[in-house]
């Protein structure tokens, strides 16, 4: 089965649509990639520092609640993580 599981050419095989975004966003807030998989753990979900690489670097997908929880943890909403794909859904929708 191949990796790439999305039809969409501009994701260059990734898994993921927001982990560039999680990426520079925690890099912006100085939050380290255990940093924020603690966080995570503290609400209760199980989001080791090693995933958060692979989302980061679109290994990893991630669930709608994961991504809630993410962006509830860097203090942003969900819609700031999806907003670079959404230009491409809209383009083409055209």
């Keep these: ?25 925690r890099l912006e807030q100085n939050l380290s990639a255990q940093q924020l998989s603690d966080k995570l753990i503290m609400i209760g979900l199980d989001i080791h520092r ?22 509830e943890m860097l203090n942003i909403s969900a819609d700031i993580l999806l907003k670079d794909f959404s230009k491409i859904v809209k383009e083409d929708k055209k």
């Design 50 to 71: 090693q995933a958060i690489y692979d989302i980061e670097s679109g290994k990893r997908t991630v669930a709608d609640y994961e991504l809630c929880a993410i962006a």
């Design 1 to 25: 089965m191949s990796q790439t599981r999305n039809k969409y050419k501009a994701l260059h095989g990734k898994l993921n649509v927001t982990g560039e975004n999680i990426n520079r966003i």
